[in-house]
């Protein structure tokens, strides 16, 4: 584990990256970083990374063969206008986690994530779990593309004085992190906005430490039914009948939350959708073992607050999936048709 941070609000600018260089690499040669006045500069290769508004812009292109579709530009540029999922004007630490707690499995994850744990969550958009997160003395580092909802990020963590919450821009197939450096990677509904889901989670899942864990979140194939009915009729009714979305409609939240939900569900450029057994090949195809997911793949086993999300569980037989699967048509549409999966890098052999 890491130790405690010393950085100040006003100090912010790489100071993290200067004392854990061993964290970091370059995204495209693998080398050493280090901080300059406004700039992280690669000292294998001498490229310079800008640092803007105090964010380090750790981004590199893809470099796929020009026949492969890439989607990258085109989310970025859909959430530099969009940042997701943004905050409510009144938002501050404590009601961020009084309302992070309220919900079943952020409280879960905040109960369940060792203090002292390094987290990484990989399209962190505007940062409230990262945040949320970092409140309990965990290091938690928040990456993501676009530079809109990082800076609503730093303003939160600096505004709320949340020291162990750190925020770059990185591409999630390019990581400017050294592989199996987290107990925990985080990607919670981005694979699902690349071109290639397999290939960020093949990315991703380099960067957690033999016995760590991954935990990704993906639109369901059956349980998005509802949300592409309703955008089928929003776009032919001119998006009215909002109220059919109870997310879009809540006038307890700000316009602007309402409005990036509504854009992120209805307006997206790119999704795709998938299933757990899809997701449990990944697990096979880079040598992690299932541990968990919600919903779990057994029909009626409900999770309430005594579920050990960490903690291996059966995995259904396909027969109990497509159980589940089918059930998700029904209950799907309360979060936007979405499930999770928790899996672990087996410990290295000794
Ligand atoms: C739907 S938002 C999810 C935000 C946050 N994880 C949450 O659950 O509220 C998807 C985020 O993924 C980011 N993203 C998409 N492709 C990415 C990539 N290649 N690398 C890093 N971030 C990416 C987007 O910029 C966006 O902020
Ligand atoms: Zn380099």
Redesign the pocket.
Do not use: I
């Given at each position: 584990m890491i130790e405690p941070s010393t950085e100040s609000r006003s100090g912010a600018r790489g100071r993290f990256l200067d004392r854990h260089p061993d964290l970091f690499c370059c995204p495209g040669c693998g080398g050493r970083l280090a901080t300059g006045e406004a700039s992280v500069l690669c000292q294998a290769c001498g490229h310079r990374f800008p640092i803007t508004a105090e964010i380090p812009q750790l981004f590199w292109p893809n470099e796929w063969d020009p026949t492969k579709d890439d989607v990258?530009e085109r989310?970025?540029s859909f959430?530099e206008a969009n940042p997701?999922?943004n905050y409510d004007d009144f938002d501050s630490a404590g009601t961020l986690l009084d309302k992070a707690r309220r919900g079943l499995f952020a409280k879960l994850l905040d109960d369940q994530i060792p203090f002292g744990a390094r987290v990484i969550?990989?399209?962190?958009?505007t940062g409230?779990?990262t945040n949320f997160l970092s409140i309990a003395n965990r290091t938690v580092i928040g990456?993501?593309?676009?530079m809109s909802?990082l800076r609503m990020a730093l303003d939160f963590k600096q505004q709320n004085g949340l020291e162990r919450a750190h925020f770059y821009q990185?591409?999630?197939?390019r990581p400017s992190f050294k592989p199996e450096s987290f107990d925990l990677v985080i990607s919670?509904?981005?694979l699902h906005?690349?071109s290639d889901p397999f290939l960020g989670f093949q990315s991703i899942a380099r960067l957690v430490r033999p016995g760590g864990f991954i935990l990704v979140g993906l639109y369901h194939r059956y349980g998005r039914l509802a949300t592409d009915l309703r955008r089928a009729l929003f776009r032919l009714s001119h998006d009215r009948f909002l109220f059919l979305d109870r997310h879009a409609s809540d006038q307890n939240v700000s316009r602007e939350k309402r409005r990036s939900w509504f854009m992120?569900q209805y307006k997206n450029p790119h999704e795709s959708k998938h299933t757990v057994g899809e997701v449990v090949t990944w697990l096979y195809r880079t040598g992690f073992e299932f541990v968990n997911s919600v919903p779990k793949t057994m029909p009626l086993s409900p999770i309430d607050e005594s579920e050990r999300l960490f903690k291996p569980q059966r995995l259904g037989s396909g027969l109990e999936r497509l159980a589940v699967n089918l059930g998700m048509i029904v209950t799907g549409h309360r979060e936007g048709g979405f499930f999770i999966v928790i899996a672990r890098k087996p410990a290295a052999k000794t």
């Open positions: 990258t989310m970025k959430y997701f999922p969550e990989c399209g962190c958009g409230q779990l990456v993501d593309l676009c909802s990185m591409n999630l197939f919670n509904g981005v906005h690349t992120d």
